[in-house]
């Protein structure tokens, strides 16, 4: 008789609130609102029996023989965050702007072609800029060589959502420890949107999975010569740097004059010179003659700029590790 394939998934929930608190001093946000993310499945299936098990980070224990669940649910706490943005020669993967203040609050890039951004390493532990959830991966009695695919499969959404971002960090263990994270764990980052965030500013659509040939993933069985298993922490952070689709390559905010007769109209910013030296307030019907404006058309806008966080709705990541 022909035996059929089996496959176990195993799942694993993770409900995340996130609320990106935004800042004019720090961080790519420049204007004080909120923002929420909510309800993180991570699931995992494979061609055999594989489970899943919640990583203690502070204190880890291998799966073992009694470890039999297909589904893990993380306790739902809510994490501020200031937006950063991946850097392999940072400690903790991740950077941030310390001059916010040269940040334009409708694009969310450089103030001008002429402001340069200075950056500071992300501190290790920094509760204020990423949070930390941890899985390992092992067989269900027997261990498996593999090439592990990590992809979030419900990333339609193209918003201001779009800056939420995972770093992923993983390594094969055989002892009672976690993946830390660094440049020779690093596995690839992914985010809601879809998108590169290099200094090409593509606008094409980013290849949203990440690959890890030959994983070794290791034996439940706590007294089998192959005991271990593969050790997934994903860092979850705002992307300040990530923006969106069919920009322009300029990655500072460009300016045009206004029209003689052109009245203010709501939710636009005007400035002061074609430089976006100063705001200069303006009520919905005035005038704004020999003041700029943005222009939009010439201006790389990223999904982390201040003018749209307002509108950040609830929303949820699908993320699977498939061997």
Same mark, same amino acid.
């Given at each position: ?63 073992? %023989?009694?470890? *039999?669940?297909?589904?893990? #649910?993380?306790? =739902?706490? +809510? ?5 950063? &943005?991946?850097? !392999? ?101 992914? %985010?809601?949107? *879809?998108?590169?965030?290099? #200094?090409?500013? =593509?606008? +094409? ?5 990440? &690959?890890?040939? !030959? ?109």
């Amino acid at each position: 008789m022909k035996k059929s394939k089996i496959i176990i998934p195993a799942l694993a929930m993770l409900v995340m609130s996130t609320a990106a608190t935004v800042t004019g001093t720090v961080a790519w946000f420049t204007m004080n609102t909120t923002a929420k993310a909510e309800g993180m499945v991570v699931s995992a299936k494979t061609s055999g029996s594989l489970i899943i098990k919640e990583a203690n980070l502070t204190n880890p224990a291998l799966p073992t %023989n009694s470890d *039999k669940a297909t589904k893990v #649910t993380f306790p =739902s706490t +809510a994490h501020a965050f200031y937006p950063s &943005t991946h850097d !392999a020669a940072s400690p903790t993967g991740l950077k941030y702007v310390s001059n916010g203040d040269r940040v334009n609050y409708e694009t969310g890039t450089r103030m001008n072609e002429d402001t340069t951004l200075t950056f500071e390493n992300v501190g290790s532990d920094d509760s204020n800029y990423y949070f930390d959830y941890g899985v390992y991966l092992a067989g269900d009695g027997m261990s498996m060589n593999k090439v592990l695919t990590i992809s979030i499969d419900n990333a339609a959404e193209l918003s201001v959502n779009g800056a939420l971002s995972i770093d992923f960090y993983g390594q094969a263990v055989t002892t009672d420890t976690f993946v830390t994270a660094g440049t020779g764990t690093y596995l690839g980052a992914l %985010n809601l949107a *879809k998108k590169y965030n290099d #200094t090409a500013y =593509s606008s +094409a659509a980013k290849t949203q999975i990440v &690959t890890q040939s !030959a994983v070794t993933i290791g034996n439940s069985k706590a007294d089998a010569d192959d005991h271990g298993a593969y050790a997934i922490r994903m860092r979850v952070y705002f992307d300040g740097a990530l923006i969106q689709a069919g920009q322009t390559d300029n990655d500072f905010a460009d300016y045009t004059p206004c029209a003689s007769d052109e009245l203010a109209v709501a939710n636009l910013l005007y400035y002061s010179d074609d430089a976006g030296s100063a705001i200069v307030p303006r009520n919905v019907g005035d005038s704004v003659a020999n003041l700029y404006k943005v222009n939009l058309s010439t201006s790389t806008l990223c999904f982390a700029r201040s003018i749209s966080v307002i509108n950040i709705a609830q929303r949820s990541l699908d993320v699977t590790f498939s061997c």
